[in-house]
């Protein structure tokens, strides 16, 4: 009570006037604005921004209107000495195990200057994107614990950042423009305005230059032809403001993008219950194994009357092949979910074991197949799943055993040799040289010859080399030299080689086959 009539006693003190904020008189609340994470990249986007610009630029002069052409490596190359120099420049330490990254990626950038496949193509980029997003996530986060799964899922959450992350470059720019009226531009900047200022005058005197001297003049239409009107110039711009900004956005994932840096412990289920549910496949699988040693390896059975070796390898060769998979899923997935326990390794080895089996029975089947019916694009693929596979089970024992075995750098090795090797060999020029000098198949039939003509035109120098005259060559198409001309017409009829920048070796080949062959009007 003593205390309250103490308080109740003191005199009032009168409020002291508080300042009144101006946006609070006109009725408006002002918005704390979060801290930028990039805006270490902000404070030099002079410095990032014209690289970033000068990369958009030379992306649009290797790509536009030349998806296939010599310009891939030299692209390649330069954005990995710009984006190791741009990272370095943020602090972030280039890996030295990225030499082998680095590499496949510019093999793969090799190949595809060196094959007219469609199919090559397609899938060279579906591998360019896993081993690029691969490579830059090896310099940002520690992927040294990923999983396969972590991996694939890391890359491509990756790759969906980099799209939200577009309107960044766009708002440090305008930030960046807005600053610097108040101030004192930066070199880069003035730099930036000086070239584009230039640009009308650099074109009209480059056209004065053109008039004065005929050599010139020719260069600079096989340059610029067709390439200098309203719609090419707007691809140009479009494809060199979407390059630089996604250019930048790589850089602004340094700072705005958080991936895992381990892997979390997901074996929960019980191994009692997986080596119950994997003990029933150990025995049929071990049952089919024994057959396919004494059938196919050792051919010590008899064969059902009236089938070949050949019919005994095409029937079930597909159920077998889906069934390789699903036994690589089902072990992965067993060592990711269930505790681990002696006796559910020892079921996942037999599991693995007689997986290796089914390996060898599957390309032994498709070898004899090959044998009898040539090869196809499909036969070629299937071996080449089945070498991977059989070298990817290694690292699959291996990981059963030790259980910190890094699997997925592994694989990511194996995948990375096999599909370089498979992509730089062009499987249409393998098929057109086995199909053509296979023992037992000199004689070629119209069949044959049509399945030829489905090729892209990487098979045009083996055909030329290995192909003979035959009856079937005359009667359907007038002789060797008709056909092979017919074959490789593609190559003349297309613009892809019309300048350096747009040339494809594949191409090239197929052209001066076609010119060496065909008959024209003096």
């Keep these: 009570m003593e205390h309250q009539n103490e308080i109740m006693m003191q005199p009032e003190m009168p409020e002291p006037a508080l300042a009144m904020n101006p946006a609070e008189t006109s009725g408006k609340i002002e918005k704390e604005v979060p801290p930028d994470p990039a805006a270490p990249l902000f404070e030099r986007f002079s410095k990032y921004g014209a690289g970033c610009l000068l990369t958009g630029l030379f992306y649009a002069f290797c790509f536009y209107k030349n998806p296939n052409g010599i310009t891939w490596p030299f692209f390649l190359a330069a954005g990995f000495v710009l984006v190791c120099a741009a990272f370095q420049s ?82 440090h720019g305008i930030r960046y423009f807005k600053t610097s009226r108040q101030g004192k531009k930066g070199p880069y900047a003035a730099a930036i305005l000086g070239a584009f200022l230039s640009l009308p005058f650099v074109l009209i005197v480059v056209c004065l230059l053109g008039d004065a001297d005929v050599v010139f003049n020719k260069l600079l239409v096989s340059a610029l032809d067709g390439a200098v009107n309203p719609s090419s110039v707007s691809s140009v711009l479009f494809q060199t403001v979407v390059s630089a900004a996604v250019f930048y956005c790589i850089l602004c994932s340094r700072y705005k993008m958080k991936f895992p840096e381990g892997v979390r412990d997901r074996r929960k289920g019980s191994p009692a219950f997986a080596s119950g549910f994997l003990f029933t496949f150990a025995a049929a699988y071990l049952v089919f194994c024994a057959i396919q040693v004494v059938f196919l390896f050792l051919r010590k059975g008899t064969l059902p009357d009236g089938m070949t070796y050949a019919e ?62 040539r090869l196809t694009l499909l036969r070629l693929l299937v071996l080449w799943f089945l070498g991977t596979a059989a070298v990817f089970m290694a690292g699959v024992f291996l990981l059963i055993r030790k259980e910190r075995f890094p699997l997925f750098r592994y694989g990511l090795v194996v995948v990375s040799v096999f599909y370089t090797a498979l992509a730089l060999s062009r499987p249409d020029a393998v098929i057109a040289a086995y199909n053509l000098t296979a023992p037992g198949h000199e004689a070629v039939g119209t069949s044959d010859l049509y399945y030829l003509q489905t090729l892209s035109l990487d098979a045009a120098p083996a055909m030329e080399k290995y192909l003979k005259d035959s009856p079937e060559l005359t009667e359907w198409y007038g002789g060797r030299d008709a056909y092979l001309a017919e074959f490789c017409r593609r190559a003349a009829d297309g613009d892809g080689n019309a300048s350096l920048r747009t040339y494809n070796f594949s191409v090239g080949a197929a052209r001066k086959i076609y010119d060496a062959r065909s008959v024209g009007p003096e």
């Design 312 to 373: 005994y390898a095409r029937q079930g060769f597909f159920q077998l092949t889906f069934v390789i998979a699903l036994n690589l899923a089902l072990v992965l997935g067993f060592l990711r979910y269930f505790r681990p326990a002696p006796y559910l390794k020892a079921l996942l080895t037999t599991v693995s074991a007689c997986t290796c089996v089914m390996i060898a029975s599957a390309a032994c089947r498709m070898l004899l197949y090959i044998s009898v019916y």
């Design 90 to 171: 943020l602090s972030v330490k280039i890996r030295k195990d990225s030499w082998f990254l680095a590499t496949s990626i510019l093999l793969i950038g090799v190949s595809m200057c060196r094959t007219d496949s469609l199919f090559l193509h397609t899938i060279n980029r579906i591998a360019l994107f896993f081993l690029l997003a691969f490579f830059l996530l090896h310099q940002l986060c520690d992927d040294s614990g990923w999983d396969i799964g972590t991996a694939i899922s890391s890359a491509l959450r990756y790759a969906g950042g980099l799209f939200l992350l577009l309107p960044v470059p766009f708002s």
